[in-house]
């Protein structure tokens, strides 16, 4: 139960420093979209948040359909 709760305050913890990063565009209901980029030097992963002016949401899916085969790339050369 030590170890639950002791994981449980880890991750709100990280849950809540995350989310510093999206409070601007929750606020103010800009498009976004978050893709996985690989893995970090610890095999930990990692994301790209994009974000667009209001009413952008085509050019943000075209930009983010652009970038996933790079990213999607970067992340099947990780071994797991």
């Known amino acids: 139960r030590v170890a ?8 709100a913890n990280a849950h809540a420093s995350i989310g510093r990063f999206c409070r ?3 606020f103010l209901g800009t ?5 996985p980029a690989g ?4 095999s930990m992963p990692v ?10 949401d085509r050019q943000l899916l075209a930009i ?7 990213l999607q790339a ?7």
Do not use: R, W
Not at 4 to 11: E, I, P, Q, S, T
């Open 4 to 11: 639950m709760l002791k994981y449980g305050v880890m991750a």
């Open 24 to 26: 601007a565009g929750n």
């Open 31 to 35: 498009p976004a979209i978050a893709l």
């Open 39 to 42: 893995f970090d030097d610890n």
């Open 47 to 56: 994301g790209v948040q994009l974000m667009s002016p209001p009413l952008a």
């Open 64 to 70: 983010a359909c652009a970038l996933a085969p790079t």
């Open 74 to 80: 970067q992340e099947e050369s990780h071994p797991i």
